[in-house]
């Protein structure tokens, strides 16, 4: 376990600086850059911002300083909101993604699993048909019809929870629908593939052994079923995590939340290169980390799993 | 769980104190069928059979015969759509077993009625050390817990001939060979002290070396412990070696029942004959040759009109094909159902038909 944890740890870096190196060259062949404006600029003004910011400088020589950066974990400034750095975009953007996120995991895992594991167990009943109809909607729907929907009839229409905005971790009426709207496609993929894992499980000699053994269905089923139906979604859950977790531009454009989605997108059609490569390598933290942690899971969660 | 039964263990143990000869599990027209899509399929058919305190009775059949699903329905152990249970009885000491609370049942299974099955491979949950795997059991039908619980589980491992089973109850099931998991299988189905135990083909998924150690300790086991038992097999083998009487299966019907010695000796059902031809025996005359079953048996979809073995009989009559024989004394007071006399493997003269091979003298020059 030690030494397969070590060789892991040891790729991340190696995964991220592809990463890095593929975005950074994508990013800078884009025709395009960040000073290219509507109105005509004059060329020497233009000329001395691309000067200042390195842009001059042959394509090798940006990229060599760009990683000398990175590894000071210096993401540069950001080429469009002068006022800030890139580091200090992540850190004013990326908490109110995450705390939305958080949410929005807890609720995917909760309907997801409870819905899935029910209707696995009861396969064919009513609630198995109802809740893998409400999982096929959540999945066809996109996220863009969902949440204004959502504003409108708990918003406007029954006037139980605010519109949008956002307060903070500690505001939770105005978390409630972006995280609902957010977790809804995540909980219709975690239902499914929690109910086609207890199908399989259930119908395995070892779950007619438990039954042979007098044991209740509660039992049979929490005790051992759950955990082998439970392997599908959990590598489900490495990328979906850090996908909920880094935001979604509509669900925050939809509900004015402050999060880091928004940054990204504008950040790609603005070319502002550092916001783009910041906002990645988040991702590309986040995404490799969690698939890290995915994979010690499943060790514990499997023991005929032997990392070697 | 800890508190002692109520009222279908009470109950039981009524008829059970009774003389001896009470049967353990009595059987009566039992018959399952299956809802497909294409209909129903009758997977058993009227099936009635006892089993007594300490005996061991072989179910045997060929694939399909209907012995694993008769064994299975007497814990109530098929899924229920699509199994349905249209007509019988299954009385365990006196308890109709279809006619439990689901509740009642469950003290049943794994209590009272412990079953083994076929692939120790797949029988045991991977995700759970085999030790965790005896406790559940134990402290759902002992009562113990915690540390007691535990030491009881490595006493039945060491029981079942488990080398060092102070660490063997840590392992997880793919740490052990599938002769020591089936062991463990066993430890598990007796750990509670039933008093009927279910073999399904316990060793039909082992090395044939394995397969004589499993069947020597189940003996011994059940001998130790009075248990009754009753083994599902194809294998005639084991049968022998293991079983006082024998239920033949085809079907879904029971086409004889007979003491396992008069069985092989002078098989009275066409079945059984041409079973016992087509494996090989040492105490056969040398240059016998093994004479395979033609055709297949049939398809379950109807219920069958006639004997279902008709078509593959070779000592079909007429009345095979339009009438259904039931299982019957015959004139020397053996179960068969079949309408044709069969003595040492030919037919006496046929009371009332033309067909037959001849008479009684000839059966008697020609036996064996």
Not at chain 1, 1 to 26: C, D, E, H, S
Not at chain 2, 129 to 156: C, F, P, S
Request: include cysteine.
């Amino acid at each position: 376990m030690g030494r397969y944890l070590l060789r892991r740890v040891i790729q991340v870096p190696i995964v991220l600086w592809i990463l890095v190196t593929a975005t950074f060259f994508l990013m800078r062949y884009t025709p395009g850059g960040p000073f290219d404006m509507d109105k005509q600029v004059d060329p020497a003004v233009k000329a001395q911002m691309e000067a200042k910011y390195n842009l001059d400088k042959p394509m090798p020589v940006q990229y060599g300083l760009f990683l000398w950066d990175l590894v000071r974990l210096d993401l540069g400034p950001s080429f469009k909101n002068k006022t800030m750095t890139v580091n200090e975009i992540i850190a004013a953007k990326a908490p109110a993604s995450a705390v939305l996120g958080l949410y929005a995991v807890v609720i995917a895992l909760v309907l997801g699993l409870g819905a899935g594991v029910v209707a696995g167990v009861r396969q064919n009943s009513v609630f198995d048909y109802g809740s893998m109809t409400v999982a096929m909607v959540g999945l066809a729907v996109p996220t863009f019809v969902v949440g204004p929907l959502l504003a409108l009839v708990f918003g406007i229409y029954l006037g139980w929870l605010p519109v949008a905005g956002y307060e903070g971790m500690d505001g939770l009426r105005y978390l409630v629908l972006p995280a609902f709207t957010l977790a809804l496609p995540f909980a219709a993929r975690i239902a499914r593939l929690a109910r086609a894992g207890m199908l399989e499980v259930i119908h395995q000699d070892y779950i007619r052994t438990a039954w042979a053994k007098g044991l209740s269905e509660q039992v049979v089923v929490l005790r051992h079923a759950l955990r082998g139906a439970m392997l599908p979604v959990v590598s489900f859950l490495g990328p979906a995590v850090a996908q909920i977790l880094t935001g979604s531009l509509v669900v925050e454009q939809i509900f004015g939340i402050p999060g880091i989605g928004r940054e990204f997108v504008q950040g790609a059609t603005n070319r502002d290169y550092t916001l783009v490569m910041g906002t990645v390598i988040l991702f590309g933290v986040l995404l490799v980390g969690f698939n890290l942690l995915v994979d010690i899971l499943y060790g514990f969660l499997d023991p005929r799993i032997r990392y070697a | 769980m800890t508190t002692p039964a109520p009222s279908p263990a009470a109950a039981a143990g009524a008829p059970g104190q009774g003389p001896a000869l009470a049967p353990v599990l009595a059987v009566d027209d039992l018959h399952v069928r299956f809802r497909t899509d294409d209909g129903h399929v009758h997977a058993v058919n009227g099936v009635t059979f006892e089993v007594r305190p300490g005996e061991s009775l072989a179910l045997v059949g060929e694939s399909g015969c209907g012995k694993s699903v008769t064994s299975m329905t007497i814990l109530r152990l098929l899924p229920s759509p699509p199994t349905e249970v249209p007509k019988g009885t299954i009385r365990y000491r006196g308890d109709d077993l279809l006619r439990l609370s689901n509740r009642q049942m469950r003290r049943v299974r794994g209590g009272k009625v412990a079953m083994i099955f076929q692939d120790p491979m797949t029988s045991l949950n991977p995700f759970l050390r085999v030790g965790r795997q005896l406790t559940e059991a134990i402290e759902l039908h002992l009562g113990l817990r915690g540390a007691a619980a535990r030491a009881r589980a490595v006493e039945a491992l060491r029981e079942v001939g488990i080398p060092g089973p102070e660490t063997r109850v840590d392992a997880y099931p793919h740490e052990l060979s599938g002769g020591m998991r089936q062991r463990v299988m066993i430890a598990m189905a007796l750990v509670t002290g039933p008093d009927l135990l279910i073999a399904d083909e316990p060793t039909t998924a082992l090395d044939v070396t394995i397969q004589a150690q499993i069947l020597d300790l189940m003996r011994r086991l059940q001998r130790e412990r009075g248990m009754s038992m009753i083994l599902i097999t194809h294998d005639l083998a084991v049968v022998a070696g293991m079983c006082t009487r024998v239920v033949v299966m085809y079907a879904g019907r029971i086409v004889e029942e007979a003491p396992v010695d008069d069985l092989f000796d002078d098989p009275r059902h066409p079945y059984t004959l041409a079973l016992l031809e087509s494996v090989p025996r040492l105490d056969a005359a040398l240059g016998r040759r093994l004479r395979p079953i033609e055709g297949l048996p049939p398809k379950l979809t109807e219920p069958p009109v006639g004997c279902s073995f008709a078509p593959r009989c070779r000592f079909v009559l007429d009345r095979c094909r339009t009438e259904t024989p039931w299982l019957e004394p015959d004139a020397d007071g053996r179960l068969r159902a079949c309408f044709v006399p069969l003595r040492r493997g030919r037919p006496l003269a046929p009371a009332g038909g033309p067909a037959g091979a001849g008479p009684a003298a000839e059966g008697a020059g020609g036996s064996t």
